[in-house]
């Protein structure tokens, strides 16, 4: 059972950030892509802005590849814990926790999951327990 609940775990966030990364890189899902996400990255202080925005989406699409896949899982964990660091720092802190006012709560419980299967390991079910 805990093989099964650490693929599931990781298959969501996999998808999740993945999803994230098409919205900046390619607008997908009603995302803004490159421009739009650079016009965000610049008003809040990411520079230079295009540079951060293809940096930003393809982490987001890396790492939620390689956590997804359970492949190289903790380089893929630690690639998004950096990730939502910088979104709880930059974009959600100053609005406190709870995200219906736009605060950090959605990157925490996602830092926590990223932790918790980075210290328990992929599981069974993963690229890792091939290699």
Do not use: Q
């Amino acid at each position: 059972m805990l093989d099964t609940g650490l693929l599931i775990i990781r298959l969501v966030i996999g998808f999740i950030m993945m999803g994230h990364a098409c919205k900046k890189l390619f607008g997908w899902f009603g995302g803004e892509g490159i421009s739009g996400t650079a016009e965000f990255f610049g008003a809040i202080g990411l520079k230079p802005a295009k540079v951060m925005a293809v940096s930003g989406g393809l982490i987001e699409l890396i790492g939620g590849f390689l956590f997804g896949a359970g492949l190289w899982t903790t380089i893929g964990a630690i690639i998004l814990m950096t990730l939502m660091l910088v979104a709880i720092v930059k974009v959600h802190a100053g609005k406190g926790l709870w995200n219906m006012n736009g605060g950090f709560e959605y990157n925490l419980v996602m830092l926590g999951s990223l932790i918790g299967v980075a210290l328990a390991g992929a599981g069974a079910y993963s690229l890792d327990a091939l290699i």
